[in-house]
């Protein structure tokens, strides 16, 4: 059936015209045990979501169309290993990377977790030899530099899970990430290094990316500049991909490749050997800590009552405000500099996943689908756009994420940032009236502008301490989120086809840029074409 001739979506319908009148002020005034009855732990989580425009009945009604939709099923095929992304005829298995040896996960009649578990330990051991100075490159020096070469899901999962676990790395081993076509990406990442001394991992699920063969063409150019020798590249190249052949062709042995398969998406593929990076900087025990996070919040979103299950949710609480309220955006707010890729990061997880607007049966979406997800880490943000947030005309749901323990406790910083977080968060639902500008004597003509309506929603996610295991945990549970989304909103969450035209029109292009030929396109793409090649 159709999401909108839902009986429960047009429930939901009727009971958004009965809560959109209501203030936070007055839901919070009318339950002395909101936080209580709204918050929830999830893991090694404390998810607050009392500052959101709902009821107990917006809740029960919510988890109503989850469960109309059959999400229960869904959640269950994605863990069984069931080809849920249909478009390309593959199992969608991200969570059986993070599974325990003991598990077992079949696709196609075979179980996937004895091979996880070997690429984890070639991964482990090759790790331990880098980061002692064991693995020598050609010259005989120990390696002081990685470079990782790759984009989207194969360079935003490692730069992001890098910085936020900076405080676990090893410091003697800088690690850079190049993922831009554009030379200076490049050329500035390798400026400095001594190429005796950097290891360059070339990841790429396809091994086919034009960005990411480009740069790594560039970094084995650079490298041979110094090593001279072909022979060196076994030493200082290492890849991570699906695609064993591609491998051999750039000239990487396959001894020195790190598998993974088709049933991992690129976006999700943190916890695969595309995370070589992260464990090559934080160490073997820690990166397995980031996955035993991860497990814990898969093992919660499988088995939770979706009353307490917090990526369920997390998602229901999106739909409410992106089909209900027509929020088109919504923002992910850390208060951790840790954290400051974790939007980024999530752009790609959310955007590529639920931006479609075709149904599993292909026909067009009558619904909103994926909203756009953008942030910053507090308190920048707040000194930048939070204006918008707090007195534009746009609704922004918003998540708050804060550590009681900061990794850096320097004199009072700590405090002063978390201040900031819970002040925003109170003053966003609860705004400021024009009853208490006048009683402070507010000016009457400034009183509109100080005015502060509130009642913009947030989500408060809180942990002792920003740890690999929690870390693991904060991923997995947007992960999910956007899988309930995709799945309610009935889209194909785990393919990007989306992507390919443009990278179709490209290779069109490329040859063009780089001749005289007769130009075919429409009047504006010619025109600039024509700007390039007069002026490059
Ligand atoms: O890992 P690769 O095969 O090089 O792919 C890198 C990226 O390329 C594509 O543009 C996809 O949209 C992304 O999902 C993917 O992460």
């Not at 099923?73 to 080809?83: V, Y």
Request: charged share 25%; glycine share 8%.
């Amino acid at each position: 059936m159709k999401l909108i001739d839902r009986p429960e979506w047009k429930e939901l319908s009727d009971h958004w015209k009965v809560i959109e009148p209501m203030h936070l002020r007055e839901l919070f005034a009318d339950d002395e045990k909101r936080a209580e009855t709204f918050s929830m732990t999830a893991c090694d989580l404390l998810i607050d979501c009392s500052k959101n425009r709902v009821t107990a009945e917006t809740m029960e009604k919510l988890a109503a169309l989850a469960e109309a939709c059959g999400l229960r099923g869904k959640i269950e095929a994605m863990f069984t290993g069931e080809k849920i992304n249909q478009t390309e005829d593959r199992a969608v298995l991200h969570t059986a990377l993070r599974a325990p040896r003991e598990a077992q996960v079949f696709v196609d009649g075979e179980d996937v977790i004895p091979g996880v578990h070997e690429v984890l330990d070639r991964m482990e051991a090759f790790c331990s030899k880098v980061r002692s100075g064991e693995w020598k490159g050609y010259t005989g020096k120990s390696i002081k530099n990685i470079v990782n070469i790759g984009i989207g899901g194969s360079d935003l999962g490692p730069v992001m899970a890098y910085e936020a676990l900076k405080p676990y790395t090893q410091r003697d081993l800088k690690v850079l990430f190049v993922s831009n076509v554009d030379g200076t990406h490049i050329a500035e990442a390798v400026r400095d290094l001594d190429a005796e001394e950097t290891l360059f991992i070339v990841a790429s699920k396809t091994f086919t990316t034009q960005e990411t063969m480009t740069n790594a063409q560039s970094a084995k150019a650079w490298a041979l500049e110094t090593l001279k020798d072909e022979a060196a590249i076994a030493r200082h190249f290492v890849a991570v991909s699906t695609n064993a052949d591609e491998v051999s062709k750039f000239g990487i042995d396959t001894v020195n490749m790190f598998g993974f398969w088709d049933w991992v998406g690129g976006r999700y593929s943190l916890t695969s050997a595309i995370g070589l990076p992260v464990m090559l900087a934080i160490g073997p025990e820690n990166f397995r800590a980031m996955l035993s996070g991860y497990h814990a919040m898969d093992s919660h979103f499988r088995t939770a009552p979706f009353s307490e299950n917090a990526p369920v949710i997390l998602g229901l609480l999106g739909i409410w405000y992106n089909n209900f309220f027509d929020a088109a955006t919504h923002a992910i707010l850390p208060y951790d500099q840790y954290l400051s890729h974790f939007a980024a990061y999530f752009q790609q997880g959310d955007m590529e996943s639920n931006g479609k607007y075709i149904t599993q049966n292909g026909e067009r979406v009558e619904w909103q689908t994926g909203p756009v997800i953008w942030g910053e880490p507090g308190t920048n943000g707040q000194h930048a756009f939070y204006q918008l947030i707090h007195q534009g005309t746009k609704l922004i749901p918003c998540d708050f994420i804060g550590f009681c323990k900061s990794q850096n406790p320097v004199g009072d910083h700590h405090v002063k940032l978390m201040a900031n977080f819970f002040a925003q968060t109170e003053a966003l639902a609860f705004g400021k009236t024009k009853e208490a500008l006048e009683a402070e004597g507010t000016p009457s003509e400034l009183i509109p502008h100080k005015t502060f309506e509130g009642n913009r929603p947030t989500n408060s996610i809180m942990a002792e301490k920003l740890t690999p295991e929690v870390l693991g945990q904060l991923i997995a549970l947007y992960e999910h989120k956007i899988f309930v989304q995709g799945m309610i909103w009935d889209i194909f969450s785990f393919d990007q086809w989306g992507v390919q035209l443009g990278k179709i029109l490209a290779s069109a292009i490329l040859p063009e840029l780089e001749s005289d030929s007769e130009l075919g396109h429409d009047s504006s793409t010619n025109k600039l074409i024509e700007y390039f090649r007069a002026n490059k």
